[in-house]
């Protein structure tokens, strides 16, 4: 059975910076590309960042650019993203997800899909 369990999540105040992490079981870890998603209240979900099964490439939506890093670490089954600067808009839910690549640069589009959800945990960024 396939999990995805992230953590990191929490309050904070604009400016700060968090982790989130996802732990990864049940799967062929290193063949899967990972990607981080977010939904606020009232919006659709968004594509956040991803990154391939090498750790070679990765993809960030635009208004995370320059703020958010993701990376992987294959021998711990784990994929994290650091979030800089966090601003009020970027309160959401995050959620992690896997998807089978069957290349090691393969990095999945914003609108890509994926084989595997997390549950997702609460980022919320206060003014």
């Known amino acids: 059975q396939v999990q995805l369990k992230e953590s990191g999540g929490g309050l904070v105040q604009a400016g700060d910076s968090l982790r989130l992490s996802c732990a990864a079981s049940?799967?062929?870890?290193?063949?899967?590309?990972m990607g981080w998603f977010r939904q606020a209240p009232g919006k659709e979900r968004e594509f956040v960042a991803a990154i391939s099964w090498s750790d070679s490439d990765t993809a960030y939506a635009d208004s995370v650019k320059g703020r958010f890093t993701i990376s992987r670490d294959n021998a711990k089954n784990t994929v994290d993203l650091r979030m800089n600067n966090l601003k009020p808009e970027d309160t959401a839910h995050y959620y992690c997800?896997?998807?089978?690549?069957?290349?090691?640069?393969?990095?999945?589009?914003?609108?890509?899909?994926?084989?595997?959800w997390g549950q997702g945990t609460q980022v919320t960024v206060s003014s």
């Open positions: 049940g799967l062929t870890f290193s063949s899967y590309a």
């Open positions: 997800a896997a998807t089978r690549a069957t290349r090691s640069w393969y990095v999945p589009g914003p609108r890509a899909p994926y084989d595997y």
